[in-house]
C-alpha cells in the first residue's frame, strides 16, 4: 500500500513539472511578448503623433534630409531635445526583450523633408505583415535591414508618412462596435373557430 502511494505522488509530480514546462511556462511568456510588442506599437504611434504636432508649429520635421538617428531615452538624444516636453511628455525607450541582448532602439530615418520612417522590432515575428518599404514605398517587404555606419540592423516593424499629407496627426484606429441583436417581435397567432366535440353542446 505505501508503495502505491509513492508512486502517485510521483506520478503527480512529473504531471506537475509537465503541465509547467510544456503548457504554462510558454504561454507566460508568449503574453509577456505580446505585451511588449503592443508597448513598441504604442511607442512608435506616440512618436509619430508628436513628429505631426513639431511639424504644425515649425513647418518642417525636427531633423535634416536624410538624418539617422536612434531613438533612446538619452535626453541629449538630438530627436529628444526637440521633441520632449512639448510634444512628448517623455523620451521614449524600446522595453528590452530579456532574450536577446542585441534588441535594436527605435529608430527614426528623415528620408527628405517631407517623408520619415519610425522602425522597431517586434519579438514575435509570426504573422508578420508586408508593408511599404523605404523609401518610396513601391516595394513591400516583411523586414528592412538599415545600414548604420559600419552596422545593419534589421528591423521588421515600420510606420511612415508616405502619401498623408505633412502635419496630419494619425487618427486612433476606432473600437469596434458592438451592436445588440433586434429583439424577435412577438406576434399573435390567429386562432380559428373554437370546436364543440358532439354530444358536448348545451341540450
Known amino acids: 500500500m505505501k508503495r502505491k502511494w509513492v508512486y502517485l505522488i510521483v506520478l503527480l509530480f512529473i504531471a506537475v513539472l509537465v503541465f509547467w514546462k510544456f503548457i504554462y511556462a510558454p504561454q507566460t511568456k508568449l503574453g509577456e511578448i505580446m505585451a511588449r510588442d503592443q508597448q513598441r506599437k504604442r511607442d512608435i504611434k506616440k512618436l509619430q503623433t508628436a513628429l505631426e504636432l513639431y511639424y504644425q508649429n515649425n513647418h518642417k520635421y ?3 534630409l536624410g538624418d539617422k538617428v536612434y531613438v533612446t531615452s538619452n535626453s541629449a538624444n538630438e530627436l529628444n531635445q526637440k521633441l520632449v516636453s512639448q510634444y512628448l511628455p517623455q523620451t521614449i525607450n524600446d ?7 542585441n534588441q535594436p ?6 528620408v527628405n523633408t517631407t517623408t520619415y520612417f519610425l522602425f522597431s522590432n517586434l ?3 509570426n504573422n508578420l505583415d508586408a508593408k511599404p518599404a523605404p ?6 517587404a516583411r523586414t528592412y ?4 555606419g559600419s552596422i545593419t540592423v534589421s528591423y521588421n516593424y515600420w510606420i511612415s508618412n508616405l502619401g498623408v499629407k505633412p502635419g496630419t496627426t494619425p487618427t486612433p484606429s476606432p473600437s ?11 406576434t399573435n397567432t390567429p386562432q380559428g373557430p373554437s370546436f364543440t366535440p358532439p354530444g358536448k353542446g348545451k341540450k
Open 145 to 148: 535591414a538599415i545600414q548604420i
Open 123 to 125: 519579438e514575435n515575428t
Open 62 to 64: 525636427p531633423l535634416n
Open 95 to 101: 522595453p528590452g526583450n530579456p532574450n536577446n541582448k
Open 176 to 186: 469596434p462596435t458592438i451592436t445588440a441583436s433586434p429583439r424577435p417581435t412577438p
Open 135 to 140: 523609401t518610396d514605398g513601391t516595394a513591400t
Open 105 to 110: 532602439q527605435y529608430f527614426y530615418w528623415q
